[in-house]
C-alpha cells in the first residue's frame, strides 16, 4: 500500500512540505510572524516558555526534523540562554536546510524581517520544485488523540480510530498514542498489549509517572469530572478504557519518552507506539509530531476549530450534532455508529482511506481555514527532581 | 426500535444509543450491528449511559469494553439502569467535586 510523499535527505518521507520559521523565544515571534506572512507554504511558531526554557531544545529540533518540513529558520533575539547555534547543529544532522536570523546581531529589527523574508523565499521556491512520490505505508507514522470529549467518544469516534490503527499497523505502518493520564484505570490493558516485558515494564512506568505527577499531595487534579458522570461515564476504568480504545488492538512495540531533556523519535520499525509527555491538545500534538508522526487523527465529541503547523489533523465526531453543526471543522462522520446505521469496523475503514487521502495531499478541514496552531509543553525540571524522575522518566 | 451498543462480546452491560424508557424493548447491537439480544428496560436512562444485559450480583464484576469497569455495589437485574447508584471503581472513588456538576 502506498502513498504520495516528499523525501527527505534522511531518508524519511513527509506529507507536507512546509518551510518552518521558528522564533527561539517569544519575544522575537513578531519578528518571525513578520517573515512569512503572505508566503503560503511557511509557517512560523514559538515556544511560550521564555528565553531560559532549555527543556523546550528536543521538541523543537524534534519539530523541525519532522519529516513534513522541507526546512528551517531559527530566529533568535540574540541573548537568550536557550542557544540558537546547537539547535541549528542538530537540526542539520538530518540534512535539511537551516539557517539563523539574529535579530540583535543583524541590529535591526526591520533588516532581520527583510533577511528572514528573503531566506523564506528561497526555500519555499526549491520546496515547490520537489514532486511527490508513491512510497510505501511503511514511511507513514500517525498519532491518534481526542479531546472535547464526551459521551460518544469512547463508543464511536475512539474505537473506529483503534480499528484504523489496527488497519496502519497490519499495512506496516507506525501509530503513535500519548496521554498517559488518561490511561491511569486502564493501565493493566495496555501492559497486556506489550511485545516484552520490558515494554510492559515500560507502559506501566508511562502510566504510574504521570500519576505521580498529578496526584501530588495538596495540589492533586479529579481525574473526572462531573460531566463526565452525567454524559454517562461511571468510573475512571470506564472513562480509561475508552480513551485508550484509539489504540487499537495490536502488540505495543514500544514507550517513546519526553521528558526535560529528551525527546524520543518514532523508530523505522512499524507498529504501535506510546509516548509520554502531556495529554493537552495542542502541546500532546507537538510532542507526537516532535516524534515524528505526519498525520494527527483527533476524536472529538464536541468539536474543534484548530490545525497543527506541523502535521494536518483529520478530525472526527461521533457525535451527530457536531457533525450536523460543525461541518466545516469536521473531517469524519463517526456519528452513524450512534445512530446504529454503520458498523465501527466500516468507519475505522473510512478513517484510514481518509488518513492515507491526506498523506497524499488531501487538504484537512483545519487546513482550509488557515489554521496552524502550536504549543511546547514544558516539564518542569524541579518537580521532575522532587518526585524522583530527575532527567525524566526514571527506568 | 431503540438501539443500545456492547463494545466487545464479554460485555455485561450496554451503552444506551438513544434515551430510554420502562417498558422499552431495545435491541442490543454488536460493534458490527448485529443485534445480539434484547433487553425489557425498567429504568429511565440517557443517551450514553448503561443498561445491565444480565443479572449482577453484588460484588461482581461490570464489563464494559471486555474488561472490568468496576463492581456492583448492589444486586443489579437485567434491564436496571448501571450507574454511580450501582457501581463502584476499584481503582479511583468518585469525589464530591467530580459529582459536582451533575
Known amino acids: 500500500m502506498e502513498f504520495m510523499g516528499y523525501e527527505r535527505p534522511d531518508g524519511k518521507v513527509g506529507v507536507r512540505n512546509t518551510v ?77 536546510p537551516v539557517e539563523i536570523v539574529d535579530i540583535q546581531a543583524i541590529g535591526s529589527t526591520r533588516g532581520a524581517i527583510a533577511k528572514g523574508r528573503d531566506i523564506v523565499q528561497r526555500m519555499v521556491s526549491k520546496a515547490a520544485k520537489q514532486q511527490r512520490k508513491p512510497f510505501d505505508i511503511g514511511k507513514l507514522a500517525v498519532a491518534v488523540k481526542c479531546g472535547g470529549s464526551d459521551t460518544t467518544s469512547g463508543i464511536a469516534a475512539n474505537p473506529a480510530i483503534g480499528i484504523m490503527s489496527d488497519m496502519m499497523v497490519d499495512a506496516g505502518a507506525r501509530v503513535v498514542m500519548i496521554e498517559p493520564i488518561e490511561a491511569i484505570g486502564a493501565e493493566e490493558e495496555l501492559a497486556n498489549r506489550a511485545v516484552n516485558d520490558k515494554v510492559r515494564e515500560d507502559i506501566l512506568h508511562w502510566v504510574g509517572d504521570e500519576e505521580k505527577r498529578w496526584t501530588v499531595p495538596g495540589a492533586g487534579v479529579d481525574f473526572m469530572c462531573g460531566g ?85 489533523i483529520v478530525k472526527v465526531t461521533g457525535h451527530p450534532e457536531t457533525w450536523a453543526r460543525m461541518g466545516e471543522d469536521m473531517d469524519v462522520n463517526a456519528s452513524t455508529i450512534m445512530e446504529g446505521t454503520e458498523s465501527i469496523e466500516s468507519v475505522g475503514k473510512r478513517i484510514f482511506d481518509e488518513v492515507l487521502a491526506v498523506a497524499s495531499g488531501k487538504i484537512t478541514k483545519g487546513e482550509e481555514l488557515g489554521f496552524y496552531n502550536f504549543n511546547v509543553w514544558r516539564h518542569d525540571p524541579r518537580l521532575e527532581v522532587l518526585l524522583g524522575m530527575e532527567g525524566g522518566d526514571k527506568k | 426500535m431503540k438501539k443500545a451498543i456492547t463494545m466487545d462480546s464479554r460485555d455485561n452491560v450496554a451503552t444506551a444509543l438513544t434515551g430510554l424508557q420502562p417498558g422499552d424493548e431495545v435491541e442490543v447491537i454488536s460493534t458490527a450491528r448485529e443485534v445480539t439480544q434484547t433487553v425489557k428496560v425498567n429504568d429511565p436512562l440517557p443517551l450514553g449511559h448503561k443498561i445491565a444485559l444480565a443479572d449482577i450480583r453484588s460484588g461482581a464484576d461490570v464489563v464494559k469494553y471486555g474488561a472490568k469497569i468496576g463492581r456492583a455495589s448492589k444486586d443489579i437485574c437485567t434491564g436496571d439502569y448501571v450507574h454511580i447508584h450501582n457501581v463502584t471503581s476499584d481503582r479511583m472513588p468518585l469525589t464530591e467535586n467530580m459529582l459536582g456538576h451533575s
Do not use: W
Open chain 1, 20 to 96: 518552518l520559521v521558528i522564533a527561539v523565544c517569544d519575544c522575537g515571534e513578531p519578528a518571525a510572524q513578520q517573515m512569512v506572512k503572505g508566503i503560503e507554504g511557511a509557517v512560523a511558531v514559538t515556544q511560550y516558555h521564555g528565553c531560559i526554557a532549555i527543556e523546550t531544545v528536543p521538541t523543537l529540533v524534534g519539530v523541525a526534523v519532522n519529516p513534513n518540513i522541507y526546512g528551517t529558520v531559527l530566529v533568535p533575539m540574540g541573548c537568550e540562554g536557550l542557544r540558537a547555534q546547537p539547535i541549528a547543529d542538530a537540526i542539520a544532522e538530518s540534512g535539511k
Open chain 1, 228 to 312: 463526565n458522570v452525567k454524559g454517562g461515564l461511571t468510573t475512571l476504568e470506564e472513562k480509561s478504557l475508552g480513551a485508550v480504545h484509539k489504540s487499537g488492538h495490536r502488540p505495543i512495540s514500544g514507550v517513546l519518552q519526553a521528558t526535560t531533556d529528551r525527546v524520543d523519535r518514532l523508530p523505522e520499525q512499524g507498529g504501535f507506539y506510546l509516548m509520554g509527555g502531556i495529554h493537552i491538545e495542542l502541546q500532546a500534538m507537538t510532542y507526537q509530531a516532535a516524534a515524528g508522526a505526519n498525520i494527527i487523527v483527533f476524536a472529538t465529541g464536541r468539536g474543534g476549530s484548530f490545525g497543527h503547523a506541523i502535521a494536518p
